[in-house]
């Protein structure tokens, strides 16, 4: 009776009722016009891209136990947790987490080539890398679904991987290490905004991005984990700068390679690009034209990165690229035009993914907007930039799905980079709601990862 109480107060359990309704009601009625006959564009698991069966072994309910002893010592031994041991414990969640598959292959191996045509299965095909990428434009509509609609610098990546050590565990293990590379950086970042002495609450907040659905299925052996790494580097640089109001050559170097490298691997990267444009203007309406002249660096660096250098010493043409990955992706074009109903409901989709993926209780918190669990506006040291930084992020991305992209699901993945965003507005959460908060996500991702296999 005081547990409900204390919920009651501190958390909009309406709102999370009616999240869990509306997405139960909206799934019922895809199934039911799909049975019908009616082509809706969405899958049978709306809102959810990419299901399969869990393989429901003996050991994986066993490790999701783990998860979840691990997820509770973490969350009520926090306060005692350096940036070394706090990375530790996010690594773990995250590894538990997806031993729920039942073993480390099925968790860390088979991703990369069960269904035949990930980056994997175009890296291993590649003889001559320098030819290989000389040639990209001219192969890409011949190449497999993921390698032609990406940089070929993805599948590089990979081949250069496995020219140091033919093996797929090894490649597992070196995108895993680099995908977790992202709690440093997330660390780093809620300590700007918090400081040492809200210490317990950064690490809260780290331990909380680690065990969101979203963080915790597809960072592991996953390229969108790397891509996450390298958006949270150059996010700390942006805010870096924003909060200290200067440019330094650290916080250019950072937000420069987490950018380029994420350019290197997706063309999602414009999100960046567009979500720090926005929030810079935010800055310059307050008279900090810092932000935007760093930007103004930073943009002409990588406009000569990617199409002088590269073009001239690799023969590599970016923009040609990406033409030919749009229109591979959208041969008919706009498909607002030629398929109203079914751009609607993948919009509706995009959306609801991420939500889902965020967690349910965390997405009531996010969508109440109540000043009551969510302070936003009073966090420490923010100046209202965790406010200003998260609805650029969000313009950003509402801006990208009206433009047709992400044609149908797969943005909890594809778009892994928004959580961040999400997260940085929780710094002054209340703490009761914040706690709540945790154990909600803890559990969706203990039975999500419990009934079902969501590697692309």
Same mark, same amino acid.
């Given at each position: 009776m005081y547990l409900y109480k204390e919920i009651k107060e501190n958390f909009p359990l309406r709102t999370f009722l009616l999240i869990i309704i509306t997405w139960i009601v909206l799934a019922l009625l895809n199934y039911v016009a799909m049975q019908s006959g009616i082509y809706t564009g969405l899958g049978y698991l709306f809102p959810i891209s990419v299901l399969y069966p869990s393989h429901f072994t003996i050991t994986g309910p066993i490790y999701l136990l783990i998860f979840l002893c691990i997820g509770y010592y973490s969350f009520y031994n926090a306060s005692k947790f350096n940036a070394f041991s706090c990375y530790i414990f996010c690594t773990l969640l995250i590894l538990f987490g997806n031993l729920g598959q039942g073993n480390i292959h099925l968790a860390m191996v088979e991703s990369f080539y069960i269904k035949g045509y990930e980056y994997y299965s175009d890296a291993i095909l590649i003889n001559d890398w320098k030819y290989w990428l000389d040639h990209f434009n001219e192969n890409q509509p011949n190449l497999l679904i993921h390698t032609k609609t990406h940089p070929p610098f993805i599948t590089l990546f990979h081949y250069f991987i496995l020219f140091l050590c033919n093996n797929i565990l090894f490649l597992s293990i070196c995108f895993s290490l680099l995908s977790t590379l992202s709690f440093i950086f997330i660390r780093k970042i809620l300590l700007l905004f918090l400081g040492k002495e809200y210490l317990y609450r950064v690490n809260i907040l780290t331990l909380l991005f680690s065990i969101i659905p979203s963080v915790n299925i597809y960072t592991i052996v996953s390229v969108d984990g790397i891509i996450l790494s390298f958006a949270t580097m150059s996010l700390w640089g942006i805010i870096k700068t924003a909060i200290d109001n200067k440019i330094t050559f650290k916080s250019i170097l950072f937000t420069f390679v987490g950018l380029a490298v994420m350019s290197s691997f997706t063309f999602g990267s414009t999100f960046l690009l567009g979500t720090f444009g926005l929030f810079s203007f935010f800055q310059l309406f307050k008279n900090k034209s810092t932000l935007i002249l760093k930007l103004l660096i930073i943009t002409c660096i990588l406009l000569f990165v990617y199409f002088v250098a590269l073009y001239f010493l690799l023969n590599y043409n970016h923009i040609k690229t990406f033409q030919i990955a749009s229109y591979l992706e959208n041969k008919n074009g706009f498909r607002g035009f030629y398929?109203?109903?079914?751009? +609607?409901?993948?919009?509706?989709?995009?959306?609801?993914?991420? #939500? $889902?993926?965020?967690?349910?209780?965390?997405?009531? =918190? +996010?969508?109440?907007?109540?000043?009551?669990?969510?302070?936003? #506006? $009073?966090?420490?040291?923010?100046?209202?930039?965790? =406010?200003?930084?998260?609805?650029?992020?969000?313009?950003t991305f509402l801006a990208m799905l009206v433009t047709g992209a992400y044609a149908t699901g797969e943005t909890a993945r594809a778009c892994l980079f928004i959580y961040p965003f999400f997260l940085i507005i929780l710094t002054k959460c209340n703490q009761i709601t914040l706690n709540i908060i945790y154990f909600l996500a803890l559990f969706q991702t203990f039975g999500m990862q419990l009934i079902g296999n969501f590697h692309w």
């Open positions: 398929q109203p109903k079914v751009y +609607i409901n993948t919009r509706i989709e995009d959306i609801s993914e991420v #939500l $889902l993926f965020l967690s349910f209780g965390y997405a009531a =918190v +996010i969508l109440n907007a109540n000043r009551k669990y969510l302070n936003i #506006l $009073l966090s420490p040291n923010s100046n209202k930039i965790n =406010v200003q930084l998260f609805y650029s992020a969000i313009f």
